[in-house]
């Protein structure tokens, strides 16, 4: 492929600005070559998947040449709720590149730590709630996490076809507005159908928005929801504020007036435990000559207790028992979260849009929103699982809308991403913003590798444990 495309190069024929271009691939991302795809499970791995997926079938369109499959949080960090980010059977412990013994995040923990080590130019993750946006911030690149149908989530290994969606990892903005152009699903995808809607939404070209002044001007929101959770972030979030009001824009800080039930994941979980059995399914039936082929959530439930030794040696799979166990159907109440599917949907949409982003896009007349992505990355954990403190990606994964991360500076040796969040289909918008945001800050700095740091990301030594979530919160984190 690498030397067919050289050819064509020579010829005078370039098909944009990915030709050529190395690529990897989050380990859910179907390939219908000599690759596996097996959502780090062990379960999946035989014969590889018989087609590409319709975002590795775009990049190929495009003349990237897709080099191999990223390590992930097995399942998309959906089995457990004691899981350690970057850990799969499959591939074992992904690594931090800033500081070896610090967590990548998750899910799409290879995808993020690739790009930000120069491993490859370009990284495709996904992400249902954070798994883009986190790597990202922790792994100091660019992510972002697309608007739910504007890329195809055909031939990807779901959690939820409500809120799951794929998106690059890379260390500008600029190169992730490239590879989004060439990853968007422009005609329909007959295996997703939220990519029938909208197509007249989606630019031909996102690099047209790039704009070093973008921030001049603009009205921006701050969520102050996010702030008090770590004061390192924090302090470095109040940097970026500060970068941003003197290169032009106006700064409204903004609450959410659902936010402690955003946090509390409550709804989030009932529709993601009500997706998941169906789509893992679905899935399940495209693939042959692997052990979970044609099988159900119970086949990889069995699977896995078959070999624990290897699939089980840190955590367990409360998640899948508990989707498994509930016979959730549209309107019966899932017991013990207290709604159903249908009520779950229409109260995220209300927490998360009608009174969430789009009113206060609206009330406050903002081009977008901006908080801090996370915490810092804290020190990998296998024994106690991890040690999130906060994330901030929870208002736009529950209603499908796009994010935004820019590295936006450093905290003990580590970096920490802002997050840029719009209304649907408001790329264009938070790709200008982006784009001014780093022209102004300049905050990435190359990974260090360092073996360890002698503090972890609230400075104090590295024994003492963080809180793993926001008080409070029942549905898993970064998925």
């Given amino acids: 492929m690498a030397q067919s495309l050289d050819a064509e190069r020579k010829a005078g024929h370039v098909r944009g600005p990915l030709h050529g271009i190395p690529v990897l691939l989050k380990d859910n991302v179907d390939t219908g070559d000599k690759m596996q795809t097996a959502a780090g499970s062990l379960g999946l791995v035989g014969t590889p998947a018989a087609h590409d997926s319709a975002v590795a079938a775009n990049l190929r369109a495009a003349g990237a040449v897709i080099l191999g499959k990223t390590t992930l949080s097995e399942w998309a960090n959906f089995r457990s709720f004691f899981s350690t980010s970057g850990w799969s059977g499959r591939g074992g412990q992904c690594n931090n590149p800033y500081a070896l013994d610090r967590n990548a995040c998750g899910s799409s923990s290879g995808s993020g ?49 409500t809120q ?40 031909a070209d996102y690099t047209t928005f790039l704009n070093p002044h973008g ?37 409204v800080d903004v609450f959410f007036p ?56 840190f955590f367990a799979q409360e998640i899948f028992d508990l989707a498994e166990t509930f016979d959730i159907t549209s309107t019966s109440v899932v017991q013990p979260l207290g709604m159903s599917y249908d009520q779950a949907i229409a109260f995220d949409k209300l927490i998360g849009a009608t009174e969430g982003i789009d009113k206060l896009l609206t009330d406050n007349n903002l081009d977008a929103i901006v908080a801090p992505t996370d915490s ?42 802002i997050s840029f969040m719009g209304t649907a289909f408001s790329e264009p918008k938070l790709i200008t913003l982006a784009s001014g945001f780093e022209a102004v800050t300049h905050a990435r700095r190359q990974p260090t590798f360092l073996a360890t740091l002698p503090f972890n990301t609230k400075g104090e030594p590295t024994r003492v444990k963080q809180r793993r979530v926001m008080p409070g919160r029942v549905a898993p984190s970064h998925i």
């Fill in 258 to 313: 659902h936010i402690s039930d955003i946090n509390s994941g409550i709804a989030e979980f009932t529709v993601l435990l009500f997706d998941f059995k169906g789509d893992l399914q679905k899935y399940f039936a495209t693939r042959t000559g692997v052990p979970l082929a044609g099988g159900t959530l119970q086949t990889a439930i069995d699977f896995d207790n078959a070999n624990a030794a290897k699939e089980m040696p």
């Fill in 376 to 417: 810092p990355a804290f020190p990998t954990d296998l024994i106690n699982a991890d040690h999130f403190i906060f994330g901030s990606s929870s208002p736009a994964a529950i209603v499908g809308y796009p994010i935004i991360n820019v590295p936006m500076g450093m905290t003990f040796g580590v970096p920490v991403g």
């Fill in 113 to 161: 730590a690739a790009a930000s080590a120069n491993f490859t130019a370009v990284s495709i993750g996904s992400e249902t709630d954070g798994s883009i946006v986190c790597p990202a911030s922790m792994n100091g690149v660019v992510g972002i996490k697309p608007t739910v149908g504007l890329t195809s989530r055909g031939g990807v290994v779901p959690i939820s076809h």
């Fill in 164 to 203: 799951d969606t794929v998106g690059p990892h890379c260390r500008t903005v600029a190169d992730a507005a490239a590879v989004l152009s060439a990853i968007a699903q422009r005609t329909p995808d007959s295996r997703d159908p939220a990519t029938s809607a909208n197509r007249d939404k989606i630019p």
């Fill in 215 to 251: 921030l001049n001007g603009a009205r921006i929101g701050v969520a102050r929801d996010f702030e008090g959770f770590s004061p390192h972030a924090d302090a470095v979030f109040e940097d970026s504020l500060t970068a941003m009001s003197n290169a032009g824009a106006t700064l």
